[in-house]
């Protein structure tokens, strides 16, 4: 396989996978805005943090078990998958609960 072709075909599978991860965050917030206040906000972007970790998790999984990939390759990817929309939630919760 060519290995350029490979890697974009990768770099579209990270994308989709972020929005993805933002989008779960939106639903989240917008749950918490359903039920009233901010600290229903708060505990919103806390609840997408575990959830989100599950999800970043399976992806890894589905990296190593069915695309054959290593953990450690796959590894960095977890961690920025993870990292990427997990800091604005952890700033929104830290926001949202001083209130």
């Known amino acids: 396989m060519n290995h350029a072709v490979s890697r974009r075909g990768s770099s579209m599978h990270t994308i ?3 929005v993805g991860g933002f989008l779960l965050l939106a639903l ?3 749950v918490g805005r359903m039920q009233g206040r901010r600290p229903a906000l ?3 972007a806390l609840v997408f943090i ?3 970790l599950i999800g970043a998790a399976i992806n890894m999984a589905v990296g190593v078990l069915q695309a ?3 953990v450690a390759e796959e590894l960095p990817i977890f961690l920025a998958i993870f990292a ?3 800091a604005p939630a952890a700033l929104l919760w830290w926001r949202f609960k001083r209130s």
């Open 68 to 70: 054959g990939y290593s």
């Open 84 to 86: 990427i929309p997990t």
């Open 42 to 44: 708060a505990r919103a």
């Open 28 to 30: 989240c917030l917008l």
């Open 16 to 18: 989709m996978i972020l």
């Open 50 to 52: 575990p959830l989100w």
